[in-house]
């Protein structure tokens, strides 16, 4: 019995290997997109075109916010390109929008207990939740970390892109899952990783081949990194399979006020504070189980 899911997201690279990977082995209902890595407008077609060329046709695609709830748009263009998925050559996408907004949507799927995966700002999560959408059985999401950021010296992008939502979340008393950088910087595209995609041979693999050169090109240019951290699909196959992340209750906080903190996760970790924990925190990752799901989809 697979799981029942929508996914909220910002594709951005990361966030179309987990379309994909989510379609293959959840039962996926809904993705909603989300202003971030690029605009809307952007990050819709992004998942139409995804949609398009991995055969996802019979999932509603629908476009919610526009922006954050509290603060200007941040965007990550330096890293997924103008587009928001720079790098192969797209073909029209064939796969439509929904007419529905990303709340209507929502509404109609969580008719039923439903899990929500996001890898995007959480401005639309935040939205379903003051709108008194129910059965949201729980949300396991890609943001935050315990340590460092990457977007700020402290914050990490989908938390800084929308601190305000991310405190609604994760006061929301629901249970969650938070996949920070702590997981997701072990989930690496190495050459070795690239290789058995590219041997796969099918056209998709090739996009995703595309995808994940272009998304190194940049991550190497802006971070310096050898190869790039996979994000999002971390969070969908810790959904697939619980067990592939150690994770631990630990109470956190989002800072909204910091000159210079603002939207960092607190992570209580030494359990100093005496508030109770709100989230399961992923700390660990089994790498190699992570890779044959994610490349065990480009095959399927
Ligand atoms: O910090 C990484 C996150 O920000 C990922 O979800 C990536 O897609 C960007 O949205
Ligand atoms: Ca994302």
Same mark, same amino acid.
Request: charge should be negative; charged fraction near 20%.
């Given at each position: ?19 994909? !990977? +989510?379609?293959?082995? *959840?039962?996926? &209902?809904?993705?909603? %997109? /989300? @202003? #971030?890595?690029?605009? !809307? +407008?952007?990050?819709? *077609?992004?998942? &139409?075109?995804?949609? %398009? /060329? @991995? #055969? ?245």
């Amino acid at each position: 019995m697979t799981t029942r899911v929508i996914l909220d997201c910002d594709p951005g690279h990361d966030d179309a290997l987990a379309i994909l !990977l +989510a379609a293959r082995r *959840l039962d996926l &209902r809904a993705i909603t %997109t /989300v @202003a #971030g890595n690029q605009t !809307l +407008a952007r990050t819709t *077609l992004n998942a &139409r075109r995804m949609c %398009t /060329v @991995a #055969g996802i046709t019979d999932v509603p695609i629908a476009a919610g916010a526009d922006q954050p709830l509290a603060q200007d748009p941040l965007h990550a263009g330096e890293i997924h390109g103008e587009s928001g998925l720079d790098g192969p050559d797209f073909p029209p996408p064939t796969v439509d929008a929904d007419p529905r907004t990303a709340l209507q949507l929502a509404s109609d799927v969580l008719r039923e207990p439903t899990t929500v995966i996001a890898t995007g700002p959480l401005t639309n999560v935040a939205t379903f939740l003051q709108n008194g959408v129910g059965n949201i059985d729980r949300i396991v999401l890609m943001g935050g970390s315990t340590g460092r950021g990457n977007m700020a010296p402290l914050a990490e992008f989908n938390i800084l892109a929308d601190p305000e939502a991310a405190d609604i979340v994760f006061r929301s008393g629901l249970p969650i899952t938070m996949c920070g950088l702590d997981v997701t910087h072990r989930a690496l595209a190495t050459p070795p990783v690239l290789r058995r995609i590219q041997q796969i041979g099918t056209p998709l693999a090739g996009i995703c081949h595309d995808l994940l050169t272009y998304f190194a090109d940049s991550y190497r240019a802006y971070f310096g990194f050898e190869s790039p951290p996979l994000h999002d699909p971390v969070a969908v196959a810790a959904v697939i399979d619980p067990t592939i992340i150690s994770a631990r209750p630990l109470n956190v906080e989002i800072e909204l006020t910091g000159t210079h903190t603002r939207g960092a996760t607190v992570v209580d970790l030494d359990r100093v504070t005496g508030r109770k924990p709100n989230a399961l925190v992923a700390t660990g990752l089994d790498v190699d189980r992570f890779w044959d799901l994610m490349i065990g989809a480009v095959e399927q």
